[in-house]
C-alpha cells in the first residue's frame, strides 16, 4: 500500500548507542519531516528536507542527524542515545506548497536506558 | 513561533452527542490540519484548513482567519470517535514544518 513506512516500530538502546530510524515514501512526496512525541507535549518537529539533498532543522534538533539523498528516503540518525531522547518518532511526508495534506508514518517507540 | 491551544484537553461524552473540539493559534498561518490519533498511536489527517469551513461525513472542520480559531465538529458521536484529536498549523508558505496543539483526549461512551 502506499504510503509512509517506517522501521523498526520498536526499539530499545543503551545509552551512548547509535541507531537509525528508516522513513520511506512512495508517493513522490517534496517534503518529508520528523517529530518526536512526548507525554504532556504536542509533537515537536527535529528535521525537514524540501527535496533531495536539502535538509534544515526544526524545533528540536539536537542529537539527530538526517540526510535526504533521494526523494524516497528520509532516515533519522541518533549518533549517541541519551534517556532523554525516549519518545515516539514520526515521520511525515507531503506535496510541496502549502495546499497539501500530511501523511505520517506509524511512529516508532524508542526507549534508552 | 506560533502557540496553539487546544481545548478541552480532555472531553468525555455520550454516544449522539454534538462534539467540538476548539484550537487558537497566535501568528498568522498559512494552513491548518486536524489529526486523530488512536491508543496505539497512528496519526491520520482529517482536514486541511486555509479557509471556511469543510465537510466529511460526520466531521466538520471551520476556520476563522481573522480570529485566529478553528473548530472540529462530531455529530451523532459514536464509541469510534474515541480518540485524541490534533491541531497542528503550518505557518509560512515554504519549508517549514507544522506547529501541534497538545491534542483533545475524546472518550464517546455507549
Known amino acids: 500500500n502506499a504510503g509512509v513506512t517506517q522501521t523498526p516500530k520498536f526499539q530499545v538502546l543503551k545509552t551512548g548507542q547509535s541507531m537509525t530510524l528508516q522513513c520511506a515514501q512512495d508517493m513522490n512526496h517534496e517534503y518529508m519531516s520528523w517529530y518526536r512525541q512526548d507525554p504532556g507535549m504536542g509533537l515537536r518537529l527535529i528535521h525537514y528536507s524540501v527535496g533531495a539533498g536539502i535538509t534544515d532543522q526544526g524545533e528540536v534538533p539536537n542529537g539527530y542527524n538526517v540526510s535526504r539523498s533521494t526523494t524516497e528516503d528520509f532516515p533519522l540518525r541518533l549518533l549517541s542515545a541519551a534517556p532523554s531522547q525516549t519518545s515516539v518518532y514520526f515521520c511525515?511526508?507531503?506535496?510541496?506548497?502549502?495546499?497539501?495534506?500530511?501523511?505520517f508514518g506509524s511512529g516508532t517507540r524508542l526507549t534508552v536506558v | 513561533k506560533n502557540e496553539v491551544e487546544q481545548s478541552p484537553q480532555n472531553l468525555t461524552a455520550q454516544e449522539g452527542e454534538f462534539i467540538t473540539i476548539n484550537c487558537s493559534y497566535s501568528?498568522?498561518?498559512?494552513?491548518l490540519h486536524w489529526l486523530q490519533q488512536h491508543p496505539g498511536g497512528g496519526i491520520v489527517s482529517l482536514f486541511m484548513?486555509?479557509?471556511g469551513k469543510k465537510k466529511h461525513g460526520r466531521l466538520i472542520a471551520t476556520i476563522n482567519i481573522q480570529e485566529k480559531h478553528s473548530s472540529l465538529h462530531i455529530t451523532a458521536s459514536h464509541p469510534r470517535d474515541s480518540a485524541v484529536y490534533i491541531c497542528a498549523v503550518r505557518s509560512g508558505g515554504g519549508a517549514d514544518g507544522l506547529t501541534f496543539g497538545k491534542g483533545t483526549h475524546l472518550i464517546i461512551q455507549p
Open positions: 484548513l486555509s479557509s
Open positions: 511525515a511526508s507531503s506535496y510541496a506548497g502549502t495546499n497539501y495534506g500530511y501523511t
Open positions: 501568528v498568522g498561518i498559512s494552513a
